[in-house]
């Protein structure tokens, strides 16, 4: 059987990197095949190239054994081949229908738009491929995986035969993530084709049939699920082994840390986020915060940590009541924030790692004496974070702006966990990692746990809420549902909660996901 | 595709990506950073003259009878007017020599008087430029430089006139003070609507501008008016022991004032890189969010800030009083204010670049006025040369295609500003 379609040696160099290095690859009619790399390991540069977003230096792509070019998404789509972005393509204010229909619009005679004609072609594909899409309905009142299935309509609305998803499960909850795993599924029963891109180990033995590894540039293994076990597949993605699992003990939680009393919390529309959310940390404890991204936990993390007022209750952090305070004077309580937005919050990207690395310290003995700062004593300081947190810098000048995503969180990390801390709110620390950061970073918080500091950390990845956590709280439109000890829960049980199910049975023992809960 | 290859790019991509520290930063970083600014000055020149063969009428009739001769007369055009513009500026070079040569000691001087002259020019340049390259540091877009070199000219006057009988050494300082003080409140007023109410400061500055220019029409016109100038918008002089001293006999100006801008210069950018206020300003003018988070407040930044580059901004005014004119009159800026914002980009808004890019704005400035006598090509020719010379350096893309320069790997040193309605 011939490869519906195949990439035959495409090569691709950008000034001074290789990110494309002389790539094969085949997708055959009617599987699934997973394309796993880190970030910046060479995937959406060649799914770019597929789709017309950049010219290969070297190389082929053949579609049914037909040698084609592929200059824009237009000549793209019209070989059938079309994408699912991790951000979708959607306007908010338009019904279904007109989403699909835009830049593919079917006429009337004069030149109306014929939305009817439209419509009944969706919802026949919605039928076919049970994604129970009303094409009437505006975008702006669906959830975020019915957007998701308008995509995939819009691809099949223009027959495209091949379906290259782009890290689809990012924005997914648990549960719709699973609702997309049986789309694809029967997407590909009836004979379309598909590439899924992801970092995620879970959902490529969950989903894939065929796995290619890519690695630095260069396609570096293949496999199937059947073969492969998560621990190698992380090795393949890596080029070495690589701890899954961070070795926790059972947490000895001491004295309380911190506790948030009715808080109440407004956005900035006055729109109340945070609704009356009572919460203790007590050290030696992790306290993860599950919920689906957008349920306060941005507002509520603000707010403990001095960078929005509340509109009423109380904060307390080390006996001190600090609703009032400001973002520096909890700091200097001890309480240590690796912000949700790294690049927003956290770093002053054309700065340099030194003087990213005091941030928040920078004022104080010894980094400066009175108003004259220590460059020598900021750069020893630099140096020393440099070494003890492995961030990978030309040297301590170079500007954080032009790290890697994971060392520019190490750099982070390395400021925040080297101060004398006794509370840490972690949000979203690993957020967009490879899975050799991600191992560190864990390591790294449970570590600060084990030295008696009390860690809240705030996480839409239900996984890593479940890998690191004590205890969890689960966050749903603004008010915390359900505290639960991190203790023989099931994920699925988890996942209901994030979707504002509480269930009846409260803790289904199931093992296997708390031990295979990783990534 | 053999091993080989394969290996050859998997070396060459560990090369780049794994270890940077052995490849990296191997450059002198200066030499990236100066050479868009000088390609940009060196294309600027090169379109000037493009502009002078095209608007010159001679150059026509040339073309008139034969292309040869269109060409040379094109040429020498050129040729004249740029001669003019360095003898001008910078001075005649054989004089120049010849005086050194000599042994009289007026020769000399008037010899370098065009190099003198343009340094004079520079000045006022150099500390307008750096209250712009102060508040684009800091995040803001203080566009009401004028206006606050306006005010801080008149109240330097002021003090310079009206107080008598103190030495020299308190006088000067005093007065120079005073100019920088009202720059300050000039800035200040829209640094605090800005950090209390998130007015922009790029509207407010506008507003103080104008306010500026009337207020100091009705000073010159009335309270602060020379007795018996007939109603003219004149200051009277102010007192010898209020004058920045001039170095040599008249009139050659070059005074005190400019090593007084390099020294301010120096504080400032000792003060932007070595202190905590500095960071404190970079770091909310780079990334409010990220000073939010590490605890600063934006508010106090702010405000203090455009204190800082208003007083800047005064000190030009002072300065051209106290040194140059010693009495104020409406025409006392030629667009100081507006040109700063393009000697603080041009300089990349360091206080070197800053310095540097003034003087070449008063060199040039000068040079334009002898090429204007010798060889009747406008002054305003020059205008156009900045403006190309600015145009590039906002640019800079353009100057890498022509040029066929690679993009810097490391991200630039940009200018961050918040934008419209952004943050506040």
């Known amino acids: 059987m011939t490869p519906i379609l195949e990439l035959k040696g495409i090569t691709k160099r950008f000034p001074g990197v290789l990110a494309n290095d002389h790539i094969d690859l085949s997708l055959n009619k009617g599987e699934i095949l997973a394309l796993l790399g880190e970030n910046g390991a060479g995937k959406s540069t060649l799914m770019n190239i597929l789709y017309g977003l950049y010219q290969p230096d070297e190389g082929e792509i053949l579609v049914n054994d037909e040698k084609v070019t592929i200059n824009s998404p237009t000549d793209a789509i019209n070989q059938g081949i079309g994408m699912v972005h991790q951000h979708f393509m959607l306007i908010p204010v338009f019904t279904v229908t007109e989403n699909v229909m835009l830049g593919n619009e079917a006429v009337k005679q004069a030149g109306f738009l014929d939305r009817k004609k439209a419509a009944d072609r969706i919802l026949e594909i919605s039928n076919h491929y049970n994604l129970e899409v009303n094409p009437n309905d505006y975008i702006r009142d669906l959830p975020v995986g019915v957007q998701q299935r308008v995509e995939i309509i819009k691809l099949l609305y223009r027959e495209a035969e091949i379906l290259i998803f782009d890290e689809p499960t990012a924005v997914l909850t648990p549960q719709e993530a699973d609702e997309l795993f049986k789309i694809m599924r029967s997407l590909v029963e009836q004979g379309k084709s598909i590439i899924f891109i992801t970092h995620k180990l879970r959902e490529v033995m969950d989903i894939a049939d065929r796995v290619m590894v890519i690695r630095r540039g260069a396609m570096v293994g293949e496999t199937t699920p059947a073969q492969a076990d998560k621990k190698s597949l992380a090795a393949m993605m890596v080029g070495r082994a690589v701890d899954l699992e961070v070795d926790r003990t059972e947490s000895t939680p001491g004295e309380l840390v911190c506790s948030v009393e009715n808080l109440t919390v407004a956005d900035k529309f006055q729109n109340i986020v945070v609704d009356d959310i009572s919460l203790e940390v007590y050290s030696g404890e992790i306290v993860g915060i599950a919920g689906v991204q957008g349920n306060g936990q941005t507002e509520l993390v603000n707010a403990i940590t001095g960078l929005q007022k509340s509109l009423s209750g109380k904060i307390s952090l080390l006996g001190e009541d600090v609703t009032k305070f400001s973002p520096r004077q909890i700091t200097e309580l001890g309480s240590a924030h690796v912000p949700e937005d790294r690049q927003a919050d956290g770093l002053v990207l054309p700065f340099s790692v030194a003087e990213n690395l005091v941030l928040c310290t920078y004022y104080k003995e010894p980094f400066a004496k009175g108003v004259l700062l220590q460059y020598p004593v900021i750069l020893k300081n630099a140096e020393k974070l440099i070494e003890d947190f492995d961030i990978r810098t030309p040297n301590a000048f170079t500007p954080v702006g032009s790290l890697s995503g994971g060392n520019q969180q190490k750099v982070i990390i390395a400021r925040e966990l080297s101060r004398p801390i006794k509370f840490l709110v972690a949000s979203q620390p690993t957020r967009g990692l490879d899975v050799g950061s991600i191992e560190y970073i864990h390591k790294r918080i449970v570590q600060k746990r084990d030295e008696g500091c009390g860690v809240l950390l705030v996480s839409p990845e239900l996984d890593e809420i479940m890998e690191l956590s004590d205890r969890i709280a689960v966050m749903y439109r603004g008010k915390i549902i359900a505290v639960v000890p991190n203790k023989g829960i099931s994920k699925e049980y988890i996942g209901l909660l994030m979707a504002g199910v509480v269930p009846e049975e409260p803790i289904q023992f199931d093992e296997t996901a708390v031990v295979e809960a990783t990534f | ?424």
């Open chain 2, 1 to 424: 595709m053999s091993e080989e290859k394969k290996d050859l790019g998997q070396e060459i991509l560990k090369e780049i990506n794994q270890d940077p520290a052995t490849t990296e930063h191997t450059k002198k970083p200066f030499l990236g950073k100066a050479a868009i600014p000088l390609l940009a000055i060196v294309t600027g020149l090169i379109i000037g003259a493009l502009l002078i063969a095209i608007t010159s009428q001679s150059v026509y009739a040339a073309f008139g009878e034969s292309i040869g001769k269109g060409f040379s007369t094109a040429f020498s055009e050129i040729g004249t007017a740029y001669k003019a513009l360095f003898t001008g500026a910078i001075g005649d070079p054989v004089r120049m020599i010849n005086a050194l040569g000599g042994d009289d000691a007026k020769e000399l001087r008037q010899a370098f008087n065009p190099f003198l002259e343009s340094l004079v020019q520079s000045t006022p340049y150099i500390f307008a430029g750096l209250a712009v390259a102060l508040g684009f540091r800091s995040g803001l877009f203080n566009i009401g430089v004028e206006g606050q070199l306006f005010i801080g000219a008149a109240c330097a006057t002021f003090v310079g006139y009206s107080i008598t009988g103190l030495p020299a050494w308190i006088h000067m300082p005093l007065a120079f003070l005073a100019g920088a003080l009202g720059g300050a409140l000039w800035g200040f007023v829209p640094g605090f609507l800005k950090a209390k109410t998130g007015g922009h400061e790029v509207i407010n500055t506008i507003m103080m501008n104008w306010i500026a220019f009337r207020l100091t029409e009705w000073l010159l016109s009335g309270p602060m008016t020379r007795p018996g100038s007939g109603g003219m918008p004149i200051s009277p002089i102010i007192q010898k022991t209020a004058e920045i001293p001039q170095f040599f006999p008249s009139p050659i100006r070059f005074h005190l004032g400019f090593f007084m801008a390099l020294a301010v210069a120096y504080l400032i950018w000792w003060l932007l890189f070595k202190t905590t206020w500095g960071l404190n300003l970079r770091t909310v003018g780079t990334n409010p969010r990220a000073a939010r988070y590490a605890g600063l407040s934006t508010t106090k930044s702010i405000i203090l800030a455009m204190s800082l580059s208003g007083a800047l901004a005064g000190m030009a005014g002072a300065v051209q009083i106290l040194a140059v004119n010693r009495s104020m009159a409406l025409g006392l800026s030629s667009g100081y204010g507006f040109d700063s914002i393009a000697l603080a980009l041009i300089g990349n808004t360091h206080p070197v670049g800053v310095v540097l890019a003034s003087i070449l704005f008063g060199t040039l400035r000068n040079g334009a006025t002898r090429m204007m006598v010798v060889s009747s090509i406008p002054i305003d020719i020059v205008d156009v040369v900045q403006a190309i010379i600015l145009m590039f350096v906002a640019a800079p893309a353009i100057i890498r295609s022509i040029y066929h320069l690679r993009k810097p790997k490391q991200e630039e040193d940009q200018i961050f500003l918040s934008g419209w309605g952004g943050q506040s």
